[in-house]
């Protein structure tokens, strides 16, 4: 089996040799692609903002209802005591 030769300057672009009109149809693709690159990356910025604002709010809910929950067990616990101690004060009296 013969070896195909293999020449590094296959991997320049520059040298293949492209149809002068090409020119003129790449430059307008490449600045569509910028602009739609560009605009993916912005709407994506929004979307991880407004992302990072819900889990943000999310964790705030989540302590509220934790200090909620805290109180009302303590509440709870103090009304379990008076009820203790007016079925004590029943029983003495």
Known sequence: MGEIPFSPS?????????PPD???ILIPLAGMLM????????????????????????????QEMRTREMEHQRKMKELELEIEKAKASQRVA
């Open 10 to 18: 296959l991997l320049l672009l520059s040298e293949i040799p492209l």
């Open 35 to 62: 602009v739609v690159a560009i605009v993916a990356i912005v709407f994506w910025y929004i979307a991880r903002q407004k992302e990072l604002q819900a889990h943000q709010a999310m964790r705030i809910r989540e």
């Open 22 to 24: 090409t020119v003129f």
